[in-house]
């Protein structure tokens, strides 16, 4: 059996949400707890309810919208529905709404589901407010013990719900998240889709660099300690040692 997406139906959908926080000359004011955010949500989630899905919504705010097979097992697919400050419509809303497209062609096309899908709009996935990934490891029960919860406080969101946001994971198979590509690899190569192998982790630093100070006109420069020419040379080494990682992109 075929089954075919509708791709008027999806763009109508994207656009649609786009123009949710989307201010004229600055972009999307979509970040997470915000007004705009909580309007597109609740608009996702009539999108929703619209094709039958069944919908929930979890303790840090993750919208689900599932619909039924035969099996226990669930394939989850979906996106963030938050954006950044100034942000672009594609960024998260897309694996939402492709996710969503997928459904209701599978709906259309009869009842012929093994595994249930769910689409998922996770939220807090972009740094703003409370660090990147927010909503996603609440869900996979990943969330660092430093999380934010002053700042969480301040939306309704307390320590038991995140508790309570935790998937049951062993029901799911799957992830799948179509995401628009925000290097430059893909599209200078002329591919329209291509499956990442490796993510980037990223690690912040404080470091501090600590001279002596001494009196400028009697002391020369090689009897000095001076921090920001010790933090000179560390930063050019840093660079230089990033310059020689082995890391790069390779289309196949
Ligand atoms: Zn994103």
Known sequence: MTVSVDGKRFLEDLFAQGKIGWVEGRGLQRTAYSAPYFEARAWLKGKMEEVGLETRIDGVGNLFGRLKG??????????????????????GPLGIIAALEVLRAVKDAGDILKHSLE???????EGEPLGG?????????????DYR????????????AVAASK??????????????????FLERKGFYI???????????LEVRVRGMAN???????????????ASADLIHDWFAWMDKMAWSVTLV
């Open 167 to 184: 998937g049951d994971l062993g029901n799911y198979a799957a992830f799948l998240e179509l995401h628009i590509e925000q290097g430059p």
């Open 70 to 91: 035969k099996n226990k097992e669930t394939i989850l697919i979906g996106s963030h529905l938050d954006s950044v400050d100034n942000g672009g419509i594609y960024d």
């Open 133 to 145: 990934t927010f909503g996603s490891r609440a869900f996979a029960g990943l969330l660092l013990s």
């Open 194 to 204: 291509g499956v990442p192998s490796g993510i980037v982790g990223i690690t912040r």
């Open 215 to 229: 009196h400028a006109g009697t002391t020369p420069m090689s009897e000095r300690k001076d921090a920001m020419r």
């Open 119 to 125: 689409v998922v709009a996770f939220v807090g996935e």
């Open 149 to 160: 919860r002053d700042i969480l406080a301040k939306f309704g969101v307390d320590e038991n």
